[in-house]
RNA sequence: GGUGGGUUGGCCGAGAGGCGAGGCAACGGACUGCAAAUCCGUGUACACGGGUUCAAAUCCCGUACCCACCUCCA
């Protein structure tokens, strides 16, 4: 079975065929880095990251390509406003992402280009629209280029809209537009931007539009056709409306597929920068560990809105916790982590259809109970596997416990050595007790550490302690 | 006005014509000195009103409410 894959251009799932065999293109929209990111965009990433290491798992080369916008009016204005220099901004939320995609266990891309690094490619694209024309200079002095979006008859074929049917943008200043709907590819410097914010052009200095860096920036490391383009619902429109006219009008084969993941709200609402409700990464780190936030996003569909809440959140963290603890008992009953194994039938099954994320982590839950099991029965080679197969599992949603992206446990040697001779003494005071059946005594020892956070678990083979 | 999406048991969250995903919580049972963990078991869920069908949470029609996009936005 091949994996299938929902297509917001045809609106099906549909069977993913990539254009070259064996490989796959994807282009997935970034940030625009103007502020902190939030839960929403982190789970746009957490979800690409695992279509992408779904991809790999399934045998195919993958070329990830996830850009940086580093450089637009909110940046400026931004900036403008803190009174430091725009770069710095951007760069400054840049290195924010980093942290956050690092701590979420989100891959680095195979590559991470920025607008302001590409605008000589854009500028050619540019150059080419005009030159079929698709694009016009405004003829009001500004410097600004449109796209001239009556020119091309696709125009809202993404989206399934008419043209007539949309409603024009009041932010117009309809300037040297010749439809309203037309969008800028090139945006003339105006005098009160700073003119480290401006490149040169055959228009004048100035800086590119929104759209045009992901069409050039895609053409450049994906080639004029690739297979899947991502990125976020409220991206369909304009944005990768707008990309698509581009591109198809500079005779470009762009996207074969195009995969958008919905929203995290928060009391209803989408998270997001404007509305000032975002939920910033690291104050829930705060209180949950990465790879509890990143379970809580991968147990729902990509393509369903997660009303975000902490309750939620806690709850998505203990179910974590079950498989987490019995990959640790495991892991102790076999000596040691093995390889990622197999995944089962239905975790595979689940994936291909259209990354069905809630029924494969389901399907984990499934092994782990015959883990369990196999746990009590001390059946080494079967718990070995099913082991190593619940590791794959994880591994591919990006959830392997072990994975060095979680870091090593942070702790002061000297400190754990010191706590664990305490507490040993304790343990050995407790199993005398135990032994002599004066359970008061062995009940109190195990309250007192109970305070002191340390949770104790009686075992055949004897006390286990650790950090509740 | 146009275009999408949603409403599932106490909670989260899948599914998309027939066998009640999974998790959390709750309640029984096994195990345990008691716990914890684990295992086994327990739920007359699918917004409302009609319809199609042998069979509908799933298809059709209507109604209500919610959300998103059409302006920067994951």
């Known amino acids: 079975m091949s994996i299938r894959l929902y297509d917001t251009a045809t609106r099906e799932v549909r069977d993913f065929v990539p254009l070259e065999e064996g490989r796959v293109g994807v282009y997935v929209c970034g940030l625009t880095v103007q502020s902190e990111p939030h839960v929403g965009h982190v789970r746009s990433a957490v979800n690409f990251d695992v279509l992408r290491r779904w991809l790999t798992h399934r045998g195919f080369a993958v070329d990830f390509i996830r850009n940086v916008?580093?450089?637009?009016?909110?940046?400026?204005?931004?900036?403008?406003?803190?009174?430091r220099p725009w770069y710095?901004?951007?760069?400054?939320?840049?290195?924010?992402?980093?942290?956050?995609?690092?701590?979420?266990?989100?891959?680095?891309?195979?590559y991470e280009p920025a607008a302001t690094g590409h605008v000589p490619e854009m500028v050619a694209l540019i150059e080419q629209l005009i030159a079929k024309g698709h694009a016009y200079a405004a003829e009001d002095g500004t410097g600004d280029v449109f796209f001239d979006v009556r020119s091309w008859p696709g125009y809202g074929a993404l989206t399934h809209q008419r043209i007539e049917d949309m409603e024009a943008a009041e932010d117009a200043d309809p300037r040297g537009k010749r439809d309203p709907r037309d969008f800028a590819l090139w945006k003339g410097r105006k005098s009160t931007e700073p003119e480290t914010a401006s490149w040169p052009s055959p228009w004048g200095p100035g800086r590119p539009g929104w759209h045009?860096?992901?069409?050039?920036?895609?053409?450049?490391?994906?080639?004029?056709?690739?297979?899947?383009?991502?990125?976020?619902?409220?991206?369909?429109?304009?944005?990768?409306?707008?990309?698509?006219?581009?591109?198809?009008?500079?005779g470009h084969g762009f996207a074969a597929y195009w995969m958008h993941n919905a929203w995290i709200t928060t009391a209803g609402e989408k998270m997001s920068k404007s509305l000032g409700n975002s939920l910033l990464i690291p104050a829930v780190l705060e209180r949950f560990r990465g790879i509890e936030l990143r379970y809580y996003m991968v147990a729902a569909h990509y393509r369903s809105t997660v009303e975000f809440?902490?309750?939620?959140?806690?709850?998505?963290?203990?179910?974590?916790?079950?498989?987490?603890?019995?990959?640790?008992?495991?892991?102790?009953?076999?000596?040691?982590?093995p390889e990622p194994g197999i995944a089962c039938a239905d975790f595979v099954q689940a994936m291909d259809d259209d990354l069905g994320t809630p029924a494969a982590v389901a399907a984990i839950h499934e092994v782990v109970r015959e883990g369990n099991k196999l746990l009590a029965g001390g059946d080494?080679?079967?718990?070995?596997?099913?082991?190593?197969?619940?590791?794959?599992?994880?591994?591919?949603?990006?959830?392997?416990?072990?994975d060095p992206a979680w870091g090593e446990e942070k702790g002061d040697d000297r400190m754990a050595a010191v706590v664990e001779a305490l507490v040993s003494g304790l343990l050995q005071q407790r199993a005398e007790a135990r032994a002599e059946k004066d359970f008061a005594t062995a009940d109190a020892i195990r309250d007192r550490l109970k305070e002191a956070g340390v949770e104790i678990t009686d075992t055949p083979d004897g006390q286990k302690w650790s950090l509740a």
Do not use: W
């Not at 080639?223 to 591109?247: C, K, M, T, W, Y």
């Not at 080494?380 to 072990?402: F, I, K, T, Y």
């Open 88 to 110: 710095n901004l951007a760069y400054d939320m840049k290195r924010e992402l980093d942290r956050a995609y690092a701590a979420l266990n989100v891959l680095p891309p195979t």
């Open 212 to 250: 045009i860096e992901c069409s050039a920036m895609a053409g450049k490391y994906l080639g004029q056709a690739f297979d899947i383009h991502g990125g976020g619902v409220d991206l369909r429109f304009p944005h990768h409306e707008n990309e698509l006219a581009q591109s198809r009008a500079a």
């Open 309 to 337: 809440s902490f309750e939620a959140l806690g709850e998505a963290a203990v179910a974590f916790r079950r498989i987490e603890a019995f990959v640790e008992r495991a892991a102790d009953a076999v000596g040691g982590l």
């Open 380 to 402: 080494g080679p079967a718990l070995r596997g099913n082991l190593a197969s619940v590791l794959a599992m994880l591994d591919v949603l990006g959830l392997h416990p072990a």
């Open 69 to 83: 916008t580093d450089i637009d009016d909110k940046i400026l204005t931004k900036a403008e406003v803190q009174g």
